[in-house]
């Protein structure tokens, strides 16, 4: 098992930027494909970015293709995402998750493991 913590959410506004955070414990960090999701209220929870273990195949949903980047750092068992030109509709609570190295990356069921989450309040 791999036990996920995120920090780094908060209020931000329209604009601005924020790094979220997320560590692992547990089991080997580095072979696991790493993938952050949101949730915003009455929606299901979607894709946002994914990390494959070597840290060059990145992936990201349409709606934040060039205004996040998400990053891993190994040695640290530490996968970051960061968030820039944030807008409203990025309101929501962000989740990190774990899986296996070869996962279809979009689907939330692929995920073995889930962080507690994080909320990022986006202000207009």
């Known amino acids: 098992q791999v036990q996920l913590v995120e920090s780094g959410g908060g209020l931000a506004q329209a604009g601005a930027s924020l790094r979220l955070s997320c560590t692992a414990s547990g089991r080997t960090f580095s072979i696991y494909t790493m993938g952050w999701f949101r949730q915003a209220p009455g929606r299901e929870r979607e894709f946002v970015a994914a990390?494959?273990?070597?840290?060059?195949?990145?992936y990201y949903a349409d709606s934040v293709k060039g205004r996040f980047t998400i990053s891993r750092d190994n040695a640290k068992n530490t996968v970051y995402l960061q968030m820039n030109s944030l807008k409203p509709e990025d309101t929501a609570v962000y989740y990190c998750a774990s899986g296996p190295a070869g996962l279809a990356y979009q689907a939330t069921g692929n995920y073995d493991n889930w962080g507690q989450g994080t909320q990022v309040t986006v202000s207009s």
């Open positions: 990390i494959r273990w070597t840290g060059i195949n990145t």
